[in-house]
């Protein structure tokens, strides 16, 4: 052993046998770490893989289930949506003011008060409630109303005013543009007492003979067959309670208008008379029926 190497070949021997032990279990631990990382990769790339799997299957579901909601309120007129939809304020109280003339206890006594007005040019619309009234003609003016009330009083004949308040009430699970549909529908009440009520009132001062009285009548039954028909059409999907009870009324209007010509008369204009106030009435059982489907 030199003076200037203080160590041994056994140290030099034992020295580089360690160097080389702790080099191997540096590259075993190396080479371990990057098998744990592949795997730690492969790991995640897994995880990633089924987490975007899912999210595609989410997104399929989401998918599949928004275009069945759309379709069906297609095929429903809206239906569906209808819910989610803010509704539309209410539909403003219409009131028509029939004029009564007759209250009887049985229909005999009615029926008969009614062909005696008739023949004086009266409608004789006969309505029954708890008891039976006979109805001279239905009114949009108060004044108008009050008017013929006063001239009556003053020809010894009995006479009051009856409100008939119409307001339609739209189901909530009617949309906001089939309600639009039903409304349009719902005036052509309305549109039909304006025109029977202006014939009526030319017939009585001669401003229209009777001929064309009836002709005005029969264009009247066109244009609401052909409204019937444009109803009919624009609900055609809808198979709510209030469509087909409203197409139903537009019928009624129809066969109302029909039966003017076929009615025995004195003065066309009773029947007519007969016909508008009818209608009215029929307008107001309507409302009463969306009310109850609401």
């Given at each position: 052993m030199s003076k200037n190497n203080p160590y041994s070949p056994y140290f030099y021997k034992n020295y580089r046998e360690s160097e080389l032990e702790n080099a191997n279990k540096t590259v075993e631990s190396s080479t371990d770490f990057e098998k744990?990382?592949?795997k730690s990769r492969k790991k995640q790339s897994r995880v990633y893989k089924r987490n975007k799997r899912g999210a595609i299957a989410l997104l399929l579901i989401m998918i599949c289930f928004f275009s069945t909601v759309l379709c069906?309120?297609?095929?429903?007129s809206g239906f569906i949506l209808a819910v989610f939809e803010p509704k539309t304020a209410s539909v403003e109280t219409k009131i028509y003011y029939a004029v009564r003339i007759g209250y009887f206890s049985d229909k005999k006594t009615a029926d008969a008060y009614s062909?005696?007005?008739s023949a004086r040019a009266a409608a004789g619309y006969v309505r029954c409630n708890e008891n039976y009234s006979v109805i001279a003609a239905v009114y949009k003016d108060s004044d108008r109303a009050i008017q013929v009330v006063d001239r009556m009083i003053k020809n010894n004949m009995a006479a009051t005013i009856t409100a008939?308040?119409?307001k339609p009430l739209y189901s909530e699970f009617l949309s906001n543009s089939m309600q639009k549909k039903c409304e349009t529908g719902l005036n052509t009440f309305d549109e039909v007492y304006d025109v029977l009520f202006d014939i009526s009132n030319?017939?009585?001062d001669s401003r229209l003979s009777e001929t064309d009285a009836m002709n005005e009548i029969k264009n009247l039954i066109s244009y609401v067959n052909d409204k019937k028909n444009t109803f009919d059409y624009a609900t055609a999907n809808c198979a709510h309670?209030?469509?087909?009870?409203?197409g139903s009324a537009m019928l009624l209007i129809v066969k109302r208008l029909e039966e003017i010509g076929k009615t025995d008369y004195v003065y066309l204009s009773s029947p007519v008379r007969y016909a508008y106030t009818a209608i009215i009435y029929d307008y107001h059982d309507l409302c009463n029926d969306?009310?109850?489907l609401s």
């Open positions: 744990i990382s592949v069906a309120d297609y095929f429903t062909e005696d007005v008939i308040e119409i030319k017939l009585d309670l209030a469509v087909g009870k409203i969306l009310a109850r």
